[in-house]
């Protein structure tokens, strides 16, 4: 229950990546588009994995020029999830 296909989940990346730019959102918005990210990092790696560069500079884009220490916590947990993948 709860649960998006790899093709699916691939597809949100792609359009996360492609049409939201997380820094230009308020703090609360900003916090849920890093839980979108963590959860997809942490259960559909197999699936982001063809992303390669895309997702690194996406992440990037995302985390850059962050200072809200709830929006970090969740940044550094994405980083170490990256560095898995």
């Known amino acids: ?8 989940a691939k597809a949100v990346a792609e359009s ?18 890093l839980q979108i990210l963590e959860c997809l990092l ?3 790696r197999d699936a982001l994995f063809s992303l390669g560069d895309d997702l690194v500079y996406g992440i990037c884009e995302a985390i850059d020029g ?4 709830q929006c ?14």
């Open 42 to 44: 942490d259960r559909y």
């Open 66 to 69: 962050e200072k809200d220490p």
């Open 16 to 33: 996360y990546l492609k049409t939201l730019q997380v820094q230009s959102l308020g703090q609360h918005d900003r916090k849920l588009c």
């Open 1 to 8: 229950v709860g649960m998006i296909s790899r093709s699916q």
């Open 72 to 85: 970090l916590m969740l940044i550094f947990h994405i980083v170490e999830l990256l560095a898995q993948l």
